[in-house]
């Protein structure tokens, strides 16, 4: 009780983490509740993550993230290189030892369809996997955000099970399959050291 005492007293350990055109950092639920308030009034966005329609105050918003630590839960704020904008956030929370569960939400649409999340999760995967001891990686999406569950699938997560009829949409009132994707150390090892012999492709992405 009395270390758990003294690891609430000390900071939080500062993670940043660089990618092509994005710089990720390890903020508080706070931070992250107070600065993507403005989130809470967009649907499309609430309805990817299978939230309600508010309306929320900021303590009501703040409270839907889980608290963070910055060494087992972890909410990544995204900011394109060089500016201070956020654009979203990226979770990693270890929910068991060397199992950390993905979550993401960009919350600015103007980046919607750039390649936001593959940029990103590639990162965060090297991050859990040769920096935070992790073995596994695994996310879980309802049946109705296509987007996620091709991003899942494109950086080469498996289709582990579905869980029918697990989540109820809020707006709609529509019960819908929440589909859970996994993947192991050794796959993206392998999935990146096959990456790394290849030239890089010309770039056909938007860059925003
Ligand atoms: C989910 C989210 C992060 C996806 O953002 P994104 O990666 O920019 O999404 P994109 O529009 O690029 O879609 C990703 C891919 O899925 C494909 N896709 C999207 N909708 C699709 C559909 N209905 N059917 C088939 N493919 C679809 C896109 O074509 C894209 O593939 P491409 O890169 O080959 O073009 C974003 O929509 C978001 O933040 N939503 C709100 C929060 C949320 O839903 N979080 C996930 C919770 S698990």
Request: zero cysteines; hydrophobic letters at 35%; proline letters at 5%.
């Amino acid at each position: 009780m009395f270390k758990s005492l003294l690891r609430r007293l000390k900071p939080l350990p500062r993670v940043v983490i660089e990618t092509e055109r994005f710089t990720l950092r390890g903020v508080s639920r706070e931070w992250l509740g107070r600065h993507s308030f403005r989130w809470a009034e967009n649907e499309a966005f609430l309805d990817g993550l299978g939230w309600p329609p508010g309306p929320y105050t900021r303590r009501k918003w703040t409270r839907r993230f889980t608290r963070s630590d910055n060494r087992k839960v972890f909410h990544f704020a995204i900011f394109p290189r060089g500016s201070d904008h956020l654009i979203g956030s990226h979770g990693v929370f270890f929910t068991e030892p060397g199992s950390a569960l993905l979550y993401v939400a960009i919350g600015d649409l103007e980046w919607w369809g750039k390649g936001v999340v593959q940029e990103v999760r590639a990162a965060l995967l090297d991050f859990v996997f040769d920096k935070a001891g992790g073995h596994r990686a695994y996310g879980q999406v309802h049946g109705r955000n296509a987007a996620s569950m091709y991003n899942y699938q494109r950086l080469g997560f498996r289709h582990e099970g579905t869980m029918r009829q697990q989540r109820l949409l809020p707006r709609s009132n529509e019960r819908v399959d929440l589909v859970m994707f996994g993947l192991l150390k050794e796959e993206w090892l392998a999935r990146r050291s096959v990456r790394e012999m290849r030239p890089d492709p010309p770039s056909t992405r938007n860059t925003g």
